[in-house]
């Protein structure tokens, strides 16, 4: 029995072969959706209407013709469509000859929708701003230490006149990133609409991601702005700390001098209390946590 084993599999294996070829041998009639694609003769047209993305074919062919359509990953219905006037109702069958796939031996039965009304408007390009959409999760203790960049940040649209007068950004496809411990740098795909063409289609995004640390800055001095010639004001004290907050290699690199506390001689004037509490401007991507003493008592000398 077991010499006779290996006969009798490829026994079988021949014969589910060949009972597959006589299946696939017959006619069928199958109904598919693919992508639908409107080409215009004139490079300076473009389509302005809201068209279906798809379309939904039933097919009579052959097992084999229609196996050979569902496995081509490049199957779309094209349909090229001649500048004579602004706005078509066309009739998807009258395209069939465009598409080589849909050759003798396939059949369409039927087309559904029958037809897209299709309006034209001048072509344009311009310039917009790419808005980075991430989903970062952190690790704990880590978060970004400055805004996520996009190279390029900005990408050129392509399409009717009328698409394109509201649009000023584009966003990219949302990114997901999950117990980010450390800088990422991600491809991703540009979002937008039918009808529209984006280039480059691809942007990447960086997240600086550090560890978030805290640190306190001291005795650095304050600054009075707007101060008469004739008048001098002394501030107790005269100095403050700062406790900020932000990415290890930042916070590690930037001292008091990256830092301007201001007091503002119009704002002393109008105060009624007798101390104030000064500007602080800390350097880009530190965050201010508070700052000691919170206000500055100050005296006014005249001459």
């Not at 068209?51 to 359509?69: D, E, M, T, V």
């Not at 309006?119 to 978060?143: C, H, M, Q, W, Y």
């Amino acid at each position: 029995m077991k010499k006779k084993l290996p006969l009798i599999i490829a026994s079988f294996l021949f014969a589910v072969i060949i009972w597959i070829s006589v299946v696939l041998g017959n006619s069928f009639i199958y109904k598919i959706e693919v992508p639908l694609k409107i080409f215009i003769s004139d490079k300076d047209i473009a389509v302005k209407s809201d068209l279906p993305s798809a379309i939904i074919l039933n097919l009579n062919a052959q097992g084999w013709r229609l196996l050979s359509i569902l496995l081509s990953k490049d199957v779309t219905f094209r349909s090229v469509l001649p500048v004579k006037e602004s706005s078509y109702k066309l009739q998807l069958a009258g395209s069939t000859s465009d598409n080589p796939w849909l050759n003798s031996e396939v059949k369409v039965v039927d087309i559904s929708p029958a037809f897209v009304q299709i309006e034209l408007d001048k072509k344009i390009s311009k310039k917009v701003k790419v808005n980075p959409l991430a989903t970062v999760d952190f690790r704990k203790g880590f978060g970004l230490a400055r805004q996520l960049n996009v190279f390029p940040d900005s990408v050129t649209v392509m399409g009717a006149r009328t698409l394109l007068r509201s649009i000023n950004e584009v966003n990219t496809k949302e990114l997901f990133v999950e117990d980010a411990s450390s800088p990422f740098i991600e491809q991703i795909e540009i979002e937008h609409s039918p009808g529209i063409e984006v280039s480059p289609s691809q942007v990447k995004i960086f997240g600086d991601v550090q560890k978030i640390v805290d640190r306190e800055i001291q005795n650095i001095p304050i600054k009075i702005i707007n101060n008469p010639l004739n008048k001098t004001i002394l501030l107790v004290p005269d100095k403050i700390s700062l406790s900020v907050r932000g990415g290890i290699n930042f916070l590690g690199r930037i001292s008091g001098n990256d830092f301007q506390v201001l007091l503002d001689y119009n704002d002393i004037i109008a105060d009624t209390l007798g101390s104030i509490t000064p500007t602080v401007m800390p350097p880009k991507y530190v965050r201010l946590l508070y700052l000691a003493p919170e206000r500055i008592k100050y005296i006014i000398k005249k001459y």
